[in-house]
């Protein structure tokens, strides 16, 4: 339960941040806030997730991102 506060937290935080800073580059969280790991959880990866963008970057974390890894912010595609 408490990870998905922290999850709602961080994405109101990152839609507010963007919609303060209009035109301005979108400030991304650590991949240690957001629990990422270069290992899948189940079912679970990057490469399935709505934020991931190809070919190893996330539009909510910095750094580079594995299309195998996970984290808490994970949403699956529709």
């Known amino acids: 339960m408490q990870r998905s506060y922290l999850r709602r937290e961080v994405l109101t935080a990152l839609a507010l941040g963007a919609a303060v800073s209009q ?3 979108q ?3 650590t991949q240690a806030d957001a629990s990422y ?3 899948p959880k189940g079912d ?3 490469a399935g997730c709505f934020n991931f963008q190809q070919p190893n970057a996330c539009r909510f974390i910095q750094g580079t991102i594995s299309p195998s890894g996970w984290c808490q912010l994970y949403a ?3």
């Open 23 to 25: 035109g301005a580059a």
């Open 27 to 29: 400030q991304k969280i």
């Open 37 to 39: 790991q270069v290992t």
């Open 44 to 46: 679970q990866r990057c």
């Open 76 to 78: 699956p595609r529709a």
